[in-house]
């Protein structure tokens, strides 16, 4: 996500919010300026994105067949700790989806947005989508 407000554009930030999990919910968050400049979120911060995967919670060895997993994260606001933002209520942002198997035998990628380099990239900001989380209802 990106760091915006309901008043910026959110194509002149200098930063960007990455969120990785993998398949059993371990979490690491990074306030980035690019792919090699990071501040990792501490331990609280991280304890405030709720996660629920359907593979158990342990380490698992590469396995064959069909290993289809579903993970959600419930991220509150506050997770993007760089920034005061007391709910998402007509926050402005952009973002990407990703699924990385960058380690496994056979290598693959998916996003939900395309990006446009020749290998993956997905700290690649120019390529996030514009999103806007509607305000709440009264």
């Not at 980035?32 to 995967?53: F, G, I, N, S």
């Not at 402005?92 to 699924?99: D, I, P, T, V």
């Amino acid at each position: 996500l990106d760091r915006s407000s309901a008043a910026s554009d959110v194509y002149k930030r200098q930063s960007y919010y990455n969120f990785e999990c993998n398949c059993i919910g371990t979490l690491l968050v990074g306030h980035r300026r690019d792919r090699t400049q990071a501040e990792h979120a501490p331990a609280e911060v991280l304890r405030t994105v709720r996660r629920r995967a359907t593979y158990p919670h342990a380490p698992l060895p590469e396995t064959e067949g069909d290993n289809r997993w579903t993970l959600t994260l419930a991220i509150p606001a506050a997770a993007l700790f760089r920034d005061r933002i007391a709910g998402w209520d007509g926050v402005r942002g952009a973002m990407n989806l990703y699924k990385c198997g960058d380690d496994l035998s056979c290598p693959h990628y998916l996003s939900w947005r395309p990006v446009g380099t020749p290998a993956p990239d997905f700290h690649r900001p120019e390529f996030f989508e514009p999103v806007f989380f509607e305000p709440k209802k009264q």
